[in-house]
């Protein structure tokens, strides 16, 4: 049987991509695949942090729109990605896949607060931990929240799971010629200033060596397939 080619790995899913093609909210069904890739990988002997976002309840500067102070915009973001996270987790149990949520943010009634060493040894023993609230701190994305918790909890590598397959030169969906990379460096990323995560997260990425896989959730099977080590999306700080 082929081995996965990652022990431990942060998976950073968006908001968005959770709420299919109903653009917001939850669609069970996309939640329900990828809780089944996930399941497949764990029983493979990954072990599995993951980082959620909240857009598809709510974009802190976004939605705001000037109108909300920005700080507590950022908080309303924070609890949109705890509305996701126990989803997942709820989906994760039904299929008999331990989890725990850890929230930046203390919520002990449905939670258990972020602590590092914690975290670590949920991982050790098997148990998928969902990270929610970001970093608990404004004007910090959950992509960065995503670089620093893999750090944290010296993971592998990133997987980006998002709604688009790759980095591309332009937007692919505007321009039909756009180039999608195979491969890129942090400093292309920074240089060019390409959508892949925000600078604070590439560099923070950078500076810990920690590469990233950008792919798309539309088909949850490509988590299965980046761990196996397919060519999937675009693979960001590392050689293909």
Known sequence: MDMPVYRRVLLKISGEALAGNKKTGLDFDVIAAVCDVIKRCVGLGVQIGIVVGGGNFWRGTKDGGG?????????????ATVINALALADALEARAVPVRVQTALEMRAIAEPYVRLRAVRHLEKGRVVVFACGLGNPFFSTDTAAVLRAAEIDADII????????????????NPHAKKFASLSFDEILAKHLTVMDSTAASLSQDNRIPVILFALKDPENIY???????????????I
């Not at 080590?229 to 700080?237: H, K, N, P």
């Open 159 to 174: 997987l980006l799971a998002k709604n688009i397959d790759g980095v591309y030169d332009d937007d692919p969906a505007k």
């Open 67 to 79: 109108r909300i102070d920005r700080t507590r915009a950022d908080h309303m973001g924070m609890l």
């Open 225 to 239: 397939r980046v761990l196996m080590g397919d060519t999937i999306g675009t693979i960001v700080g590392k050689e």
